[in-house]
């Protein structure tokens, strides 16, 4: 059984998502064993508590640069022995020390389809406004395998969303929310715990079920 170890720094839809997945049996192969938040207060943190899951605080405040918490987060996560890290809305980059320690095995959700709108400064709210901005009539959400380029890591999932007439950032977020985030990131979570992601250079092939 794997080891899950969930980063948030907001709300935690994602690791909603997640937490129900498990619920539902829908991750075999893995456990949520800890949830780690950057900022007090996250309400992520209340959904750890009411699944019974330990929570951790690790303020980006406290550390002088993005390295040093990384530093101390990998700590963390190495002492509680995680298997799997999963950046479900964390927004601190992490820096290469994690990646060395993690080698294709952090999972990132980022809510466009990359490689468009992604990238240094495209996070939450921003991604949408952009997309809008661009006039794109898809968007989407993509799950992705954490390298030391920001968003630049392998593909594990992609899913498209159609952007509406009258969308504002708010809406399009929240549809892509629920009908790409909620969806591959759990699956994308559940496949790598079956050891059914193979990573070749960039390209990551999802193995059938034995
Ligand atoms: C999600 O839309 C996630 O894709 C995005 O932040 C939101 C967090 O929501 N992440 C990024 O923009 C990372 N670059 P949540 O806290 O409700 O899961």
């Not at 800890?34 to 750890?48: H, M, N, P, T």
């Not at 400064?121 to 949408?128: I, K, T």
Request: hydrophobic content about 40%.
């Amino acid at each position: 059984m794997k080891k899950i170890a969930v980063l948030v720094s907001g709300g935690g839809t994602n690791l909603q998502a997640l937490l129900d997945a498990e619920r539902r049996g829908e991750i075999p192969g893995g456990k949520i064993t800890a949830v780690i938040s950057s900022c007090d207060g996250a309400y992520a943190l209340e959904r750890a508590k009411n699944a019974g899951v330990p929570g951790y605080v690790i303020r980006r405040k406290d550390y002088t640069s993005n390295q040093a918490m990384t530093v101390a987060l990998t700590q963390k996560l190495q002492q509680l022995g995680i298997d799997l890290v999963v950046l479900a809305g964390f927004m601190t980059i992490l820096t290469q020390e994690m990646v060395k320690a993690y080698p294709n095995a952090i999972i990132n959700v980022h809510p466009a389809l990359i490689p468009s709108f992604c990238g240094e400064g495209f996070y939450g709210l921003h991604v949408h406004e952009k997309a809008l901005e661009y006039g794109v009539k898809t968007s989407g959400a993509t799950v992705h395998f954490v390298s030391e380029e920001c968003d630049g890591g392998p593909i594990i999932l992609q899913k498209a969303v159609d952007v509406l007439e009258g969308d504002t950032p708010e809406t399009l977020q929240r549809r892509i929310m629920e009908q790409a985030e909620w969806v591959i990131m759990p699956k994308a979570v559940a496949l790598f715990c079956e050891d059914r992601l193979k990573v070749e250079g960039r390209i990551v092939h999802i193995l059938e079920k034995e």
